[in-house]
Antibody, heavy 116, light 108 residues
């Protein structure tokens, strides 16, 4: 079955760029789904970051849009997140998810800490 | 941006009891609302989509209702594994899609 796995550095320095990748296995990223990123600060709720279609079309949360880039690599069956100019407020567990109408499949999440 | 307000923040019940969780939207979302369950250290799991449809593999004790601005998630008879945090999400008017702040369902 389809599985998602996030990967990337667990520690990013303030003002740096957070970079994560979500590998899709057991299925094609070119299927009729959107692929999204959602984050959750420790002990807090869920925040939608944005999403991408395999064609490259994207939607971003306006609150983060100036700092976010989501891209897709069909040859590697993965999609990626870049978040620039990070601060401690960006410390969170970052999840990737498949969106077939709704987020019906999630990765396990990866904790990214912003600290010097 | 549509704001979703969940109530109560915490619900304390015993196994076997009925749980009723509420999600209110700041403007109509029609039926474009979902419910997720999240257990500690785990990713959210889709329970209900389009307000009232159970996702694949979700037990029949979970049900959703509502439309417009007022929605309810009902768990008819609580099992020990149901104690978790529950979030609602709307996709009526996006971006952004938004989540409620969550309801913590704890064992009494």
């Amino acid at each position: 079955q389809v599985q998602l796995q996030e990967s990337g550095p667990g520690l990013v320095k303030p003002s740096g760029t957070l970079s994560l990748t979500c590998a899709v296995s057991g299925g094609s990223i070119s299927s009729s789904n959107w692929w999204s990123w959602v984050r959750q600060p420790p002990g807090k709720g869920l925040e939608w970051i944005g999403e991408i279609y395999h064609s490259g079309s994207t939607n971003y949360n306006p609150s983060l849009k100036s700092r976010v880039t989501i891209s897709v690599d069909k040859s590697k069956n993965q999609f990626s997140l870049k978040l620039s100019s990070v601060t401690a407020a960006d410390t969170a567990v970052y999840y990737c998810a498949r969106v077939s109408g709704w987020s019906d499949l999630w990765g396990r999440g990866t904790l990214v800490t912003v600290s010097s | 941006e549509i704001v979703l307000t969940q109530s109560p923040a915490t619900l304390s019940l015993s196994p076997g009891e009925r749980a009723t969780l509420s999600c209110r939207a700041s403007q109509s979302v029609s039926s474009y609302l979902a419910w997720y369950q999240q257990k500690p250290g785990q990713a959210p799991r889709l329970l209900i989509y389009d307000a009232s449809n159970r996702a694949t593999g979700i037990p029949a004790r979970f049900s959703g209702s509502g439309s417009g601005t007022d929605f309810t998630l009902t768990i008819s008879s609580l099992e020990p594994e149901d104690f978790a945090v529950y979030y609602c999400q709307q996709r009526s008017n996006w971006p952004p899609t938004t989540f409620g702040q969550g309801t913590r369902l704890e064992i009494k």
